[in-house]
């Protein structure tokens, strides 16, 4: 793709042509990406090859950062409200005017609540040095990520056996002899390097389970397909468990030295026999006795993803924790074509980035979302943020009087919507930091518009991994419209609160100085590749003794001592799901390969390509209520309803609709996105504060709709 100009030689420098290596920034993967500019344009986009694994590969929506870049629909100068909230009326406000408004309201909410009374949340992932030091500069706890509706199910369940976050488990499909996956849509809810690897995986003879309620492209390319039950994987993976002790195929040698709690592992499993799942799953018994003949002659290479959006129920921590107990059952940690435990610069010998954090002072409240106290299995360092809500609405531990979403947009990311907005009703201020018109920064009391990804360089990135390393996001163009990078905004909040010197540095060079200092890399070299990898090859410890899991025990803690402490079970008894039945349906959703999340669908060349989102229903549950393919139905939940067309087909489960994420925006400015399909988070009422109680994760996949033939429809 390109802006019409063909590209001069790649990688070379002349007058008005540069090479600019940086990272992709249309999902929150955050390839790495080589950008060419030409005359103070972005002329080509590819992925960067000095990382071999990905190549020059992007996915379309990377491909289409130009049209992004170049489209004006999207904020260009700070705006202040004038209208009431979610109004639409704006005045244009400088960057001084904003962020003195800005500044006042918080200074009055430290004055009436203390800093705590402020909160952030954010994506998450990298950069969060920058944010969570802007808070405890501030004396708030409260910083969040937006995971609590993406994969904190399977984060908190992975540090409750293995003692590390869910980022911190690889998974070397590369060399995996099969992969299974629950509900992971490997190649159209995509990641580029980890969807190249699971192509070339399969066909290099890789086996995959893939295990959805509906046929996802991953399904079809897969050499298994499991029509699960909606939210029934738990009782799945309880009877394979049980299949796996039954056989005795598991790693008797890995399982003596690095796991504790078999008994109550067998305890658990002992009547969930293969026929027993079968009634819960609709998975045949034979079919897991197979299975398990077939894994076992695979292992130890062997990959059981615990999931990451999987299916988010009240049990959906337990599905997450009983894949990752699979994948210590065949031996496959630490092992090629298996799971590998990310490492720190630390772990291969480096000096890792220095934290920014440490310049700030140390905060000691709570979190007012609980996580870490009142909730002891949630991890404290990026907390819960529907809880936060909750907090915000209630007063309860503490006032929450100012709120700042960046890179986030919870009107979007969150069930109901309508629920969330009573929350954000009690606020003294909420500000949106986004680089477009979000349904959260509509409903803002002020925008401020970050630089776009080719507009600012951010903080340095530091990834553990099998090989850790750091990497860089640089400035490749000037900002088009008066826009500005975090660092910069979030600083100059600080300087007006005259709140400390932590964010004190005149240019991006200089923090990144900070942040290198002792690395033995430098500014150069990282600008030189856009990535400095800290170790030669990947590298795995040593499965006799060198494992280091973070755990009370030092192993995989099948009984968790810190689910123990929180009053919970470490593997719960399966609850079913009630059955649904006549007009009713488990409401499920995903991706497409071409639309992330609700940010774009107004692009330019990504909205010509994207259908209206249509809803997948069973053949015989349609047939059963008079509906046709393709015809329009009405699709309902508490009083929000809306008109969708049917997409009628054999390969869902019966007891599920499935629709795609992201459609049904309402912000007038996106003229192409504006109204475009409809919105599942608006069908998903009664959810934002139901949640899986060990995980944190909102149960979104409970929501129950409505579906009925359209009045109007023809006979
Ligand atoms: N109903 C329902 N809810 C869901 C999901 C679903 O499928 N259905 N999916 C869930 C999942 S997996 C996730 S991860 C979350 C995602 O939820 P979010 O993280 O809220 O979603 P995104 O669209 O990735 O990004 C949020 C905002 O960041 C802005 N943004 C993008 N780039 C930049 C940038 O460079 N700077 C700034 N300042 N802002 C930027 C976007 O414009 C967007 O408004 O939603 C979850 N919620
Ligand atoms: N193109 C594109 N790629 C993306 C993103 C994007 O927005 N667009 N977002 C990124 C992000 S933030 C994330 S978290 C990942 C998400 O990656 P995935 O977790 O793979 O996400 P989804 O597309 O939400 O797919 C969820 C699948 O789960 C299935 N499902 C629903 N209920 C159940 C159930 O009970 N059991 C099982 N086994 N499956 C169930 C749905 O039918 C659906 O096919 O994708 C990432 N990649
Ligand atoms: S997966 Fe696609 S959109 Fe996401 S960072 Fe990579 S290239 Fe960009
Ligand atoms: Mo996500």
Request: proline share 5%; net charge neutral.
């Amino acid at each position: 793709m390109s802006s019409g100009k063909a590209p001069n030689v790649r990688g070379v420098d002349s007058p008005g042509h540069r090479t600019v290596y940086s990272m992709c920034g249309m999902c929150a993967t955050r390839c790495p990406i080589e950008v060419t500019v030409e005359d103070g344009r972005v002329a080509w986009l590819q992925g960067n090859p000095n990382d071999k694994a990905i190549g020059a590969s992007l996915c379309a929506r990377g491909a289409a950062g130009i049209p992004f870049e170049y489209d004006d629909e999207r904020p260009q100068t700070p705006l202040i409200r004038t209208g009431p909230r979610g109004g639409g009326q704006w005045r244009r406000a400088s960057w001084g005017e904003a962020l003195d408004y800005v500044s006042d309201k918080l200074r009055e909410v430290i004055a009436e609540m203390g800093g705590k009374g402020i909160a952030l949340s954010d994506r998450g992932g990298a950069f969060t040095d920058l944010t969570k030091t802007f808070l405890a500069a501030l004396g708030s706890p409260n910083y969040v990520d937006h995971d609590a509706s993406c994969g904190r199910n399977a984060h908190n369940a992975t540090r409750s056996l293995y003692g590390v976050g869910r980022t911190a488990v690889t998974f070397d499909i590369k060399n995996a002899k099969h992969v299974v996956l629950y509900g992971r849509n490997l190649i159209e809810s995509l990641k580029v390097k980890e969807a190249k690897e699971f192509m070339g995986a399969l066909a290099n003879g890789t086996r995959c389970t893939y295990i959805d309620p509906r046929a996802s492209l991953t399904a079809c390319k897969a050499t298994r397909y499991w029509r699960v039950r909606p939210n029934s994987d738990y009782a799945l993976n309880l009877g394979i468990i049980h299949e796996v002790l039954k056989q005795g195929v598991y790693d008797k040698e890995f399982v003596a030295r690095w796991v504790t709690g078999m008994d109550y592992l067998t305890e658990a499993v002992r009547d969930t026999t293969p026929e027993w799942q079968e009634q819960h799953t609709g998975i045949p018994a034979d079919e897991i006795r197979a299975f398990v003949r077939e894994i076992a002659a695979d292992a130890p290479h062997v990959i059981f993803h615990p999931g990451w959006m999987t299916a988010r129920h009240k049990q959906s921590f337990y599905v997450s924790r009983t894949a990752l107990i699979l994948n210590a059952l065949m031996g496959s940690i630490e092992v090629k074509g298996g799971c590998i435990l990310a490492k720190s610069p630390e772990d291969v010998g480096r000096k890792g980035l220095k934290k920014l954090t440490d310049r700030a002072p140390k905060v000691t409240e709570k979190r007012a979302d609980g996580a870490g106290w009142k909730h002891p299995s949630w991890d404290p360092a990026a907390g819960i943020v529907h809880q936060m809500f909750a907090a915000m609405e209630t007063g309860d531990p503490y006032p929450i009087g100012a709120y700042i979403a960046y890179r986030h947009d919870p009107l979007t990311s969150l069930p109901d919507p309508a629920a969330l907005k009573k929350a954000l009703d009690k606020l003294k201020l909420l500000v949106a930091i986004d680089v477009n018109y979000s349904e959260t920064a509509w409903y803002a009391d002020v925008i401020l518009p970050e630089s776009t990804y080719l507009e600012r360089a951010n903080v340095l990135a530091q990834n553990a991994g099998a090989k850790p390393n750091f990497s860089l996001r640089d400035q490749a163009v000037a900002p088009r419209f008066d826009s500005r990078p975090a660092w910069w905004i979030f600083r100059e909040i600080l300087h007006r609160l005259d709140a400390g010197d932590a964010l004190d540095f005149e240019t991006i060079e200089e923090l990144w100085d900070y942040q290198l200092e002792g690395t033995g890399v430098t500014v150069a070299q990282m600008r030189e590749k856009g990535i400095v990898s800290l170790a030669d090859a990947p590298f795995l410890w040593d499965r006799k003794e060198g494992i280091k899991f973070k755990t009370p025990s030092g192993k995989v803690e099948i009984e968790s001592e810190a689910l123990k402490k929180a009053g919970l079970p470490s593997l719960a008894p399966f609850e079913p799901m009630p059955k649904v039945t006549d007009d009713k349906f488990y409401l499920l959703f995903g991706r497409s390969a071409i639309i992330t999340h609700g940010q774009s669908l107004n692009n330019p060349v990504l909205n010509g390509m994207a259908l209206e989102n249509p809803l997948w229903i069973h053949t015989d549950r349609a047939r059963a209520l008079g509906i046709a393919d393709g015809e329009e139905v009405l699709i309902s939940s508490n009083g929000h309803s809306a008109y969708m067309k049917a997409h009628v087909t054999p390969w869902i489960h019966p007891e599920a609709v499935f629709m795609l994420h992201g459609y049904g925006r309402t912000v007038p400015l996106l003229t192409r996105a504006c109204g475009l399909g409809v919105a599942d988070q608006r069908l998903q009422h009664g959810k934002l504060y139901e949640f899986d109680l060990a995980g944190g994760g909102n149960a979104m996949t409970e929501a129950v709709v409505r579906v009925q033939r359209h009045q109007g429809a023809k006979a």
